[in-house]
């Protein structure tokens, strides 16, 4: 078994309206930022797993993503794998 | 002026709890996914804006992440910049 560090970018569709970010850049523009033309919110995860090999590591992720983590109707996820140093002992 | 992309990850410190996590790893547990370690939370934004040159979009957006994006006592950010294709009128 190996341990493998994720970073999950979990974003609103393009589609599905994003009340929060718009807040955010009117906020940012009556502080003086009028270049901002756009903000989007979105989560980010960091998950740290153990698992045979990349492959499952990466199918087990996108299960959590899709069963918990993100809401597959409204918000869509980006899974990104990096293999940790320490390889976990077998157990 | 160009307009550039970019993508904000907001992550509390190594050292602060992080209890929203803990309850996700807790849920993931639960749902038998035992070889999960460790979940952090934070959030991810997506901010379009348009500025001069990579240097003046950088320091604004670190400027935007200081003073009312982020909380600097407990949480840390990395910002990351992509020239978008279009350039954007001079204005």
């Known amino acids: 078994m190996k341990t493998y560090q994720s970073k999950i970018e979990i974003t609103l569709k393009k ?3 994003d ?3 718009t807040q955010l850049q009117h906020a940012l523009s009556n502080m003086g930022y009028e270049s901002v033309a756009d903000v989007r919110v979105g989560k980010f995860l960091e ?3 153990s698992a045979a ?3 499952e ?3 087990k992720l996108n299960e959590m993503c899709d069963k918990l983590l993100a809401n597959p109707v ?3 996820y980006k899974v990104e ?3 940790s ?3 976990a002992n077998v157990s």
């Open 15 to 17: 589609s599905v309206l």
């Open 19 to 21: 009340p929060q970010g």
């Open 47 to 49: 998950v740290t797993l």
């Open 53 to 55: 090999n990349e492959a």
């Open 57 to 59: 590591a990466q199918t």
């Open 74 to 76: 409204i918000e869509e």
């Open 81 to 83: 794998l990096i293999e």
């Open 85 to 87: 140093g320490a390889a």
